[in-house]
């Protein structure tokens, strides 16, 4: 994966961690973001300088609870920009996305800018649909454009396998690493029957979520 990544990577290529920093208790899971940013840019023969990465991000921000976006260019430079953090206060709306992903797509397994495809359909959600789940070419759940999927299964809660082709995604690791959720391969037939349905992503913890 290592040398089609890095000999596939355009110029503009930029490693992408999207994190809350939170008034009270800072940072959230951030060992988790930057240990994932050193893998990407590792897989991608791009310099990290871990120890400036905290010093940039302390910078940013201050008292107020935030959206921060770290991102690290090819050349190795670092930057860190600050949102608004707007709560999520609904349950989601979610739907099975038209196109298919690729399992073995090792652009899938990184977080970076190279995501035209995921940006196009979140842009195009039919009226009332928050996110779309994809699958694979096996029929195989995903993720979402922006989130992993998350399934409770007679009191399991279960996420999909990295083998089915998605993002390692930050909070996803640290429901796994809590024990809370399982990796398994996951149909629509699953998605149907399951108990209770989540979206979920490091900078918004579980969204309850209802398939359209």
């Not at 860190?80 to 298919?100: D, G, H, K, L, Y």
């Amino acid at each position: 994966m290592e040398s089609t990544l890095y000999q596939n990577s355009p110029d503009g290529l930029i490693v992408i961690e999207t994190l809350r920093f939170d008034a009270r208790d800072g940072f959230v899971r951030l060992g988790l973001h930057l240990d994932r940013a050193a893998q990407t840019c590792e897989m991608l023969a791009i310099s990290f300088d871990r120890a400036e990465a905290l010093q940039r991000l302390g910078a940013a921000v201050g008292d107020e609870t935030c959206r921060v976006r770290l991102t690290i260019a090819k050349s190795g430079e670092i930057n860190v920009e600050t949102f608004a953090f707007i709560p999520i206060t609904r349950n989601w709306n979610i739907a099975i996305a038209p196109r298919r992903l690729q399992s073995d797509d090792p652009w899938l397994a990184v977080k970076t800018n190279q995501r035209v495809g995921y940006d196009t359909d979140r842009a195009n959600l039919p009226d009332g649909v928050d996110e779309y789940i994809y699958q694979n070419e096996r029929g195989e759940l995903c993720e979402g454009t922006i989130t992993n999927l998350f399934v409770e299964l007679d009191g399991q809660l279960f996420t999909p396998a990295l083998q089915s082709g998605l993002l390692p995604g930050v909070f996803r690791q640290s429901l796994i690493d809590d024990g809370r959720a399982k990796e398994a391969i996951l149909t629509l037939d699953d998605l149907k029957r399951a108990d209770a349905i989540y979206v979920g992503n490091s900078l918004r913890g579980l969204i309850d979520a209802k398939l359209i």
